[in-house]
């Protein structure tokens, strides 16, 4: 069984920088992609970024030019490096795993809040 842990999570200023860790481990295998969503209180779970397992990436729009995503493969862990936070970036960010027969498995979750 796969398991999905998050860290990195914390408060940060407006304008400085987190960087958010997710490590896969269990019988890790047939994965597609990693990615990190956020949800706010009230709303539902929204894409922030993705990666595949050959390098390609997507980014929403809010966080395009201000957060990068970037894989371990050997390590079975991803990162998510945002910089220039913003107040509206508080929210729970939850990692994601989805396999290539379309199982999506989710981390706990971590807290990011924007602060000043």
């Known amino acids: 069984q796969v398991q999905l842990v998050e860290s990195g999570g914390g408060l940060v200023q407006p304008g400085g920088s987190l960087r958010l860790s997710c490590v896969a481990s269990g019988s890790i295998w047939n994965v597609y992609s990693m990615g990190w969503y956020r949800q706010a209180p009230g709303k539902q779970r929204e894409l922030v970024a993705r990666?595949?397992?050959?390098?390609?990436?997507y980014y929403a729009d809010s966080v395009k030019g201000r957060f990068t995503i970037s894989r371990d493969n050997a390590k079975n862990t991803v990162y998510l490096q945002m910089n220039s936070l913003k107040f509206e970036d508080t929210v729970v960010y939850y990692c994601?795993?989805?396999?290539?027969?379309?199982?999506?498995?989710w981390g706990q979750g971590t807290q990011v809040t924007v602060s000043s």
């Open positions: 990666i595949t397992g050959g390098g390609s990436t």
């Open positions: 994601n795993l989805l396999t290539a027969t379309s199982a999506s498995l």
